[in-house]
């Protein structure tokens, strides 16, 4: 056993030693057979010997089941943001700024740094172990995420034996930023559209996507990578930063090289423009420059105003832009009969991948810019998947390009446009219109509606094409036409089985999905679920007037209006009815358990509960009324309180909150019965 016990122990730190010579100095000390080996002979030990469970083990990487439980968790130092600068007279004005706040004739360096374009972390180390990953969250507090951190392989779970002494202090905190390189978020989104699931529209939003799973075994499928560039420890026995970046690398951090120790200010406006230029030569993506004082002693000096430092500030780099030919307008039909133009484009490399199609909002932005067919126009890409048309080269039009016509009839199935009063949309209202219907299908199939699996856009299309469905109801009797499905050439017996499965279970979602899933404008997931809650069958929604549905919280003008314009066609009550009968839910479950008793209650749930999960201990005090929130503030009603609860029970204590146990809990419920 003592010698088993020092085997795992010393596995243990020669695997920490590998990881980090592959990971992060990217050099093959060790075959990869070897590896391996090793790993599976601690994995053996170790399950051999459970009461020696390290969650640092190199055998964690891979995740593991116990879901992550994201406690707040307060930071010992706040995580200010950086102000910003966007030209280079902003920089001279920082410059003045440091040199104002300093002793007369100080000698000023700055570090400057790539500002990467990802998600900051800070890790918390004691005793030389990984002991917590958090967010930033609002800066004071974060998210406990350390299950999801251990998963990348390029943060030590544990500081290499002979790099200890490079800081003699063992425990610090190292801030960084998480981040997605451009390949794997490529393959990544590859993978998505496979499977049909939602594009990411770029990689900040994919990192801040992985850090968040629940699961952590799925995170480690994420090709996450980490660049550390701040170390805070409370002995204060660092001088600079070029010295702090140094001291991270050697304790065994990836630290990004490409930064500089910049003498004066035109070095760094000089490093500025550099990159502005080099940017995509990166494999992964940055949005700026980070310029710090160098000196720690004249940091302290110059301290923080409000939510920044005065040390610090950042060159945020100008959209990228490019110009292209826009060849053809096209006029797209929604499922709710909007009429959008989009920009047909001479493909055009931006940002990481090639354009072609760019959105171009409504018809009084193309007024508004006087967009023609034929313009070369300058594209952008913003926060979105989809690109934008910012203007158009007008100096560069061609002769005889002629203003573009706004459109009087649908493109699709030629009826009457129509422009409402006051809004900018033109609309196709033929409720018959095949794109229409196609893209009201697609909805009331999605995941988020009624979850019809193997019901993809495409075969939607399909299915609309050869006249198998015209309405919603017509999906619910396609296993009448089992047979002629099975003859469709893509689909054939196994596919066709699946989808009537998947068909059938649809009946199961809720009421509130399917109000949903009817695609009535303005309704959207939440608004389906307050009014669902609120009238509790579709018949008492159908009765209801505009000023008892206008009475449901968050709940306006607009939606009420089209909720009665729905229901007073016809056409759609028979639907409702077919719907209905096919088996549908239009009620809402009589939940027994439900009662008003926590009305206007806001609930903030932390640590580990006991009695039930997290999720539903969160619908048993939606059900009775209640809201749940993820922060404390002086307006929430009740802290509930599991094991292990951290700083939250702090803060809650300090606004005086009242906390409670799951028991208080029930024992709240339980008055409402009494009541
Ligand atoms: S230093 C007080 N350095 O930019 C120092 N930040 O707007 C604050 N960032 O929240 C951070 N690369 O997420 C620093 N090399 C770098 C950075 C960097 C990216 C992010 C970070 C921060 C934001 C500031």
């Known amino acids: 056993m003592q010698d088993e016990q020092q085997k795992i122990k010393d596995l243990r730190e020669k695997l920490h030693k590998y990881n980090y010579h592959y990971y992060v100095l990217t050099e093959h000390i060790v075959s990869d057979q070897e590896f391996d080996k090793l790993l599976k002979e601690l994995e053996e030990l170790e399950k051999k010997y459970p009461e020696l469970h390290d969650p640092n083990s190199p055998t964690q990487r891979v995740g593991s089941d116990l879901s992550n439980i994201f406690n707040s968790i307060q930071h010992k130092t706040p995580m200010l943001s950086l102000s910003n600068t966007y030209d280079e007279q ?308 061609e002769e005889g390009i002629e203003k573009l016509v706004i459109p009087d009839a649908c493109p699709e199935c030629e009826s009457v446009l129509y422009k409402p009063e006051g809004e900018v949309a033109i609309y196709c209202e033929n409720p018959e219109c095949p794109a229409q219907v196609k893209g009201q299908l697609q909805h009331f199939v999605s995941r988020g509606a009624m979850d019809i699996e193997g019901l993809g856009e495409s075969l939607v299309d399909l299915f609309v094409e050869q006249n198998f469905i015209k309405t919603f109801a017509d999906i619910y009797d396609l296993h009448e036409r089992k047979e002629e499905l099975i003859e469709i050439e893509r689909l054939g017996q196994k596919s066709v089985e699946n989808l009537l499965t998947a068909i059938e279970k649809s009946k199961e979602k809720p009421f509130d999905k399917v109000l949903f899933a009817l695609g009535i404008r303005y309704i959207g997931a939440g608004s389906a679920r307050k009014l669902a809650e609120h009238f509790r069958s579709v018949e008492s929604l159908i009765e209801a007037d505009s000023e008892q549905i206008e009475n449901v919280p968050d709940i306006g003008p607009s939606i009420s209006e089209s909720v009665q314009r729905f229901f007073a066609d016809d056409k759609n009550k028979m639907l409702i009815e077919k719907l209905k009968n096919a088996g549908l839910n239009f009620k809402l479950e009589e939940a027994t358990d439900s009662t008003n008793i926590l009305a206007d209650k806001t609930f903030v749930i932390t640590g580990t509960l006991t009695e039930y999960t997290r999720d539903e201990a969160k619908e048993k005090i939606m059900k009775n009324g209640g809201k749940v929130s993820s922060s404390i503030s002086k307006k929430t009603d009740y802290l509930l309180a599991g094991e292990k609860a951290g700083s939250k029970l702090d803060k809650a204590n300090k606004l005086g909150v009242k906390i409670i146990s799951e028991i208080e809990l029930e024992e709240l419920l339980k008055n409402a019965e009494t009541d």
């Open 90 to 397: 902003e920089l001279l004005d920082f410059d003045r700024r440091v040199r104002d706040g300093l002793p007369e004739n100080s000698e000023v360096e700055y570090v400057t740094e790539l500002k990467i374009d990802g998600v900051s972390i800070s890790l918390n180390y004691e005793n030389y172990e990984l002991k917590t990953a958090v967010t930033r969250g609002d800066g004071v507090s974060g998210e406990e995420i350390t299950n999801n951190i251990r998963t990348i392989k390029n943060v030590p779970l544990s500081i290499v034996k002979e790099k200890r002494e490079v800081l003699p202090v063992d425990s610090f905190e190292v801030r960084g930023e998480i981040f997605l390189p451009l390949e794997g978020f490529r393959e990544l989104n590859k993978e998505r559209e496979k499977k049909g699931e939602k594009l990411f529209a770029n990689p900040r939003n994919s990192t801040a996507g992985s850090i968040k799973l629940i699961d952590s075994r799925e995170v480690a499928k994420r090709p996450l990578d980490i660049f550390l560039y701040y170390l805070i420890e409370s002995e204060e026995k660092t001088k600079s930063q070029s010295d702090n970046l140094r001291i991270i690398s050697e304790l065994g951090f990836k630290v990004n090289t490409n930064y500089r120790l910049c003498k004066s200010i035109n070095e760094v406006i000089e490093y500025c423009n550099n990159w502005e230029l080099k940017r995509d030569e990166l494999p992964y993506e940055i949005d700026g420059v980070v310029i710090k004082v160098n000196n720690v002693k004249q940091q302290k000096i110059l301290g923080s105003i409000a939510k920044s430092p005065r040390w610090a500030t950042s060159f945020k780099f100008k959209a990228k832009q490019a110009k292209t030919k826009l060849h053809k307008i096209k006029w797209q039909v929604g499922r709710t009969g909007a009429v959008t133009p989009v920009a047909e484009l001479e493909p055009v490399f931006l940002a990481g991948s090639t354009i072609s199609r760019a959105t171009l909002h409504n018809t009084d932005e193309i007024e508004r810019k006087d967009i023609r067919e034929g313009d070369y126009v300058l594209i952008e890409k913003g926060g979105d998947v989809i690109p934008k048309v910012v203007a158009v080269v007008t100096s560069e039009r």
